[in-house]
């Protein structure tokens, strides 16, 4: 493990400045896109809504406070009720009313209302702390691709540096007789192959960085260092923690139990409802009768709807409401197991891969030391010369990309464990609200209206 921690220290990259003397760390760029991306936004305000729109159920909970009020004319034609100079006279009618009501009994209704919702906004709490996440990750992956061109950028120069140098060695080769002229065809040819290999570079390596503005929010400045994160124990222990910790199980959990109050708070419909309600209407001429009238009145209302058709339908699509909602934290287990896996495999693959070619790469460059020197021994040809240059190369090129393979795995099993965010010094709390508002609903449905919500500014 000590061999393993070794390796992966020695596994960065550092390059220098371009641009701008100031350093962009790895771990800047990632706060800054999680804390400004637009998407990363767009999440937290669909957040607040829930939130915001759970707040509006507090009313459920107060009385309603009703004025209502009428004014015109009524002519009435009732010759038992009304005096004869009343009866079928126009006259100007005038009402004021005031009534307050209060829910006393809604078979908990309201108290679903309030679980569903609640598990809505953690539901949206989850989301938002997933996208941080996968926000997180994508501007690691950015920040890593922009590093490993540079490097590559630099590998591809010193190939154009040392095709150039062969060149310059053959043509004195050349001059003095020692070679054929052909060969000097056959280095220029080569030359030109490693320009162009060059250009295609520095085109990757300007798409990396418009890539990394479009994440990160802004362009790359200054030099650029990756250092590998902790590396994953094993796959056990990956697979566990991600089965623990994974935003999009608990979103799956939090829709199971939104689900299954929107179903409770549905079949609420089934019981009575119970109000207290009190009021004062204030009559001028009402119904045809000459003068002032004063109505006061309190009680208890009761309303139960006895029978409605289609309420089989309604229990079959709630119960596959919860049914879809299961299958879903189901599918998302699963999805998680072969996350976890697929990491480790990545991890454990760029591990053994980048070891390699690292070693690999010292006996090429070995290679190279000595056909150079048995070329101007003339006990190798150019071709041979240019054909183990061309193997170094290539190793060289792929062994940058398997060591920023194997640095962006370790990232990417933190992310696998919704780890990624913490790591970089952005813990939940400073992300999104407590996921609790469902806890919190459970001991008491008015128990989550104490919670301040700052607006979207």
């Known amino acids: 493990m000590k061999k393993l921690n070794r390796f992966l220290c020695a596994c960065f990259l550092a390059l220098p400045a371009a641009g701008s003397a100031s350093a962009e760390t790895l771990r800047d760029a990632v706060r800054f896109a999680v804390t400004t991306n637009p998407s990363v936004r767009a999440t937290e305000a669909e957040m607040k809504t829930a939130a915001f729109e759970l707040m509006q159920l507090r009313g459920e909970y107060l009385p309603t406070l009703t004025l209502s009020g009428e004014t015109?004319?009524?002519?009435?034609?009732?010759?038992?009720?009304?005096?004869?100079?009343?009866?079928?006279?126009?006259?100007?009618?005038?009402?004021?009313?005031?009534?307050?009501?209060?829910?006393?009994?809604?078979?908990?209704?309201?108290?679903?209302?309030?679980?569903?919702?609640?598990?809505?906004?953690?539901?949206?709490?989850?989301?938002?702390?997933?996208?941080?996440?996968?926000?997180?990750?994508?501007?690691?992956?950015?920040?890593?691709?922009?590093?490993r061109h540079r490097k590559l950028l630099e590998v591809a120069r010193r190939n154009v540096s040392k095709h150039e140098e062969?060149?310059?060695q053959v043509t004195g080769l050349v001059e003095g007789g020692r070679l054929p002229f052909s060969d000097q065809l056959t280095i220029e040819d080569r030359i030109r192959s490693a320009r162009l290999a060059q250009l295609e570079v520095e085109r990757a390596l300007r798409d990396a960085g418009a890539r990394y503005e479009r994440v990160v929010g802004r362009q790359p400045s200054g030099s650029m260092q990756v250092s590998a994160a902790p590396a994953p124990q094993s796959l056990e222990v990956l697979t566990q923690n991600a089965l623990n910790n994974s935003y999009r199980l608990l979103f799956a959990r939090s829709q199971i139990d939104q689900t299954k109050s929107e179903t409770e708070a549905v079949l609420a419909d089934r019981y009575p409802r119970f109000t207290l309600g009190a009021g004062v209407?204030?009559?001028?001429?009402?119904?045809?009768?000459?003068?002032?009238?004063?109505?006061?009145?309190?009680?208890?209302?009761?309303?139960?709807?006895?029978?409605?058709?289609?309420?089989?339908?309604?229990?079959?699509?709630?119960?596959?409401?919860?049914?879809?909602?299961?299958?879903?934290?189901?599918?998302?287990?699963?999805?998680i197991r072969e996350l976890a896996a697929r990491t480790w495999n990545t991890y454990v693959t760029d591990r053994q891969r980048a070891s390699q070619l690292s070693d690999q790469l010292r006996i090429n460059r070995s290679i190279v030391e000595v056909y150079g020197d048995e070329f101007e021994a003339a006990k190798r040809t150019l071709l041979d010369l240019l054909e183990v240059e061309r193997a170094r190369f290539t190793v060289e090129f792929e062994s940058v990309g398997a060591q920023s393979g194997l640095v962006f795995s370790t990232y990417?099993?933190?992310?696998?464990?919704?780890?990624?965010?913490?790591?970089?010094?952005?813990?939940?709390?400073?992300?999104?609200l407590e996921p609790a508002f469902r806890d919190r609903a459970r001991v008491s449905p008015e128990n989550v209206f104490n919670v301040n919500i700052e607006p979207l500014k």
Not at 109 to 121: D, F, I, P
């Open 72 to 147: 015109g004319y009524q002519r009435v034609d009732d010759e038992n009720s009304l005096s004869e100079a009343d009866n079928r006279e126009t006259k100007p009618r005038h009402q004021l009313g005031v009534r307050a009501e209060i829910v006393l009994f809604d078979g908990y209704r309201r108290s679903n209302l309030v679980y569903a919702n609640a598990a809505r906004v953690d539901g949206s709490i989850f989301r938002l702390l997933d996208a941080s996440e996968t926000m997180a990750l994508n501007a690691t992956e950015a920040y890593i691709d922009v590093a």
């Open 166 to 168: 062969i060149g310059r």
């Open 281 to 335: 209407v204030r009559d001028i001429n009402r119904n045809g009768v000459r003068g002032n009238r004063t109505d006061e009145n309190i009680g208890i209302g009761m309303r139960w709807t006895i029978y409605q058709g289609g309420r089989k339908a309604e229990r079959n699509a709630l119960a596959a409401m919860n049914s879809r909602a299961i299958a879903a934290q189901e599918v998302a287990v699963r999805e």
């Open 412 to 432: 990417r099993a933190l992310a696998a464990q919704s780890q990624l965010a913490s790591f970089f010094g952005l813990p939940r709390s400073e992300l999104a």
